[in-house]
């Protein structure tokens, strides 16, 4: 049971390019999340899907599109990549929404935009 | 829109010392969920510890315990005879219990938390 992985761990982009960035959990959670995090501002939402077939916008969504591919998997894209982009990106999973139901976490993915 | 306020940036305690990490967030909800994750060197998000609003008894977990103060909107994490392995981020979490955002959490800024030997 690997919980929640994340590709690449590391990636540096030149502005303007285009990268996704690979989520999969596979302890069956219908709920999937991409945050990033900056100095001190902790983690803020980026995407979310509640579950498979659906996602929404976060607090922070612009720059970014997501896909949903599978229940397993949830990709975060940048199509044009900027400086302010520069972040470490974490996807955290859920069983359900609902309450009770506490977030898992990949290990994180830091990018760089030169 | 609910915020999670963390005034500490850093804090430094002696192993097998007590510290504490502060934490107060807004809210004009009855009914919701927090959390304090640790953050490694790693980068790992790891659960530390969780209360729910509607529970007045404080959570503890081994060495960790929170003082939750509903009324004060304060909800401070106490960590009991400090080990180095303790040396991390702390982040302090709000989680609606509504749908909102699909149960997101809502994160403070983090306290550093460095342990002496």
């Known amino acids: 049971n690997a919980g929640v992985t994340q590709t690449p761990k590391f990636q540096v982009l030149k502005t303007g390019q285009s990268m996704t960035l690979q989520c999969a959990q596979d302890?069956?959670?219908?709920?999937m999340y991409w945050y990033r995090q900056d100095p001190g501002m902790g983690l803020r939402l980026i995407y979310y899907?509640?579950?498979?077939?659906?996602?929404d916008k976060g607090e922070v969504p612009n720059g970014y599109n997501v896909s949903r591919l599978n229940k397993r998997e949830f990709s975060l894209r940048l199509e044009s990549a900027a400086p302010s982009q520069t972040s470490v990106y974490f996807c955290?999973?859920?069983?359900?929404?609902?309450?009770?139901?506490?977030?898992?976490f990949g290990p994180g993915t830091r990018l760089t935009v030169t | 829109a609910q915020t999670v306020t963390q005034s500490q940036p850093e804090m430094s305690v002696q192993e097998a010392e007590t510290v504490t990490l502060s934490c107060t967030y807004d809210?004009?909800?009855?009914?919701?969920?927090l959390f304090w994750y640790k953050q490694p060197p790693s980068r790992q998000m790891i659960l530390v510890i969780r209360?729910?609003?509607?529970?007045?008894q404080n959570a503890t977990e081994n060495r960790f315990s929170v003082n939750f103060q509903k009324a004060a909107k304060s909800f401070s994490l106490k960590i009991s005879d400090s080990q180095l392995g303790d040396a991390a981020m702390y982040f302090c979490?709000?989680?609606?219990?509504?749908?909102?955002?699909?149960?997101?959490?809502?994160f403070g800024a983090g306290t550093i938390l460095r342990v002496k030997s």
């Open positions: 302890m069956n959670h219908n709920s």
């Open positions: 809210t004009s909800e009855s009914d919701y969920y």
């Open positions: 899907s509640a579950s498979e077939g659906t996602t």
């Open positions: 209360q729910e609003a509607y529970k007045q």
């Open positions: 955290a999973s859920r069983y359900q929404t609902g309450p009770s139901y506490e977030q898992y």
């Open positions: 979490a709000y989680r609606s219990a509504g749908r909102e955002y699909g149960n997101k959490l809502v």
